[in-house]
């Protein structure tokens, strides 16, 4: 079974400079998270998707940040300008709404903004 | 996050017991987990323990919950070099958002 994919695994860019994030969740998992894990530290909640409903936003920097997931299955995160303090790894994880809420991650994106 | 405290660095001889401390503050928490993180990779859960539980044992990993003082710890026997890695506690509840700690860097020496 495919585990969650992400891409591009790595990205550098200029700061200013738009970029994108793919994630594509194990086939059947209804949620989606994308995190933010910034080094030395742990994932830290960006967005959470139920199928394609965007349920829990709150931690998302809607100045700079969109994340959409329009047919429920795989999502994309912008960030338009990209700032220096941007660079960091950007998660995605699935699960299945559960009783423990196992959430699969994936290997994440590293962003490195200059 | 600042809701869930770990050590930064544990190192430990090949073949030796590895403990992993964590504490947290939310008491309505649900679930208590830990993941691990290999360089590059993303997070693998490990196992988790249900807050109404002390114990769980899961083959070499061996989980601690001490409810009353928010403590939770993770017991690796026969610590192996594959067992190098970064360590995530974290605890959730009914609404799937997980908190997780800093991260215990644990490097097994020969």
């Given amino acids: ?114 | 996050g600042e809701d869930v405290e770990q050590s930064l660095f544990l190192s430990v001889r090949e073949g030796d017991s590895s403990v992993i401390n964590c504490t947290y503050t939310d008491s309505s928490s649900t679930y208590l987990y830990w993941y691990k993180q290999e360089p590059g990779a993303g997070l693998q859960l490990l196992t988790y323990i249900f807050s109404n539980m002390d114990m769980k044992q899961d083959q070499r990993l061996t989980v601690l919950l001490n409810k009353k003082d928010k403590h939770l710890s993770l017991r690796i026997a026969d610590t192996q070099t594959g067992d190098s890695a970064i360590y995530f506690c974290a605890e959730g509840g009914n609404d799937y958002k997980l908190s997780f700690g800093a991260g215990t860097t644990v490097t097994v020496r020969a």
């Fill in chain 1, 1 to 114: 079974e495919a585990g969650v994919v992400q891409s591009p695994r790595y990205k550098i860019i200029e700061k200013k400079q738009p970029v994108a994030f793919w994630c594509n969740p194990i086939s059947g998992h209804n949620t989606l998270y994308w995190y933010l894990q910034n080094l030395g530290q742990g994932p830290e909640l960006l967005i959470r998707y139920e199928n394609e409903e965007a349920v829990d936003d709150s931690q998302l920097p809607k100045d700079r940040f969109s994340a959409e997931r329009l047919k429920g299955v795989d999502s994309t995160l912008k960030i338009q300008p990209a700032e220096l303090g941007d660079s960091a790894v950007y998660l995605c994880a699935s699960s299945l709404a559960g009783s423990y809420n196992e959430q699969f991650f994936g290997p994440g994106t590293r962003l490195t903004v200059l």
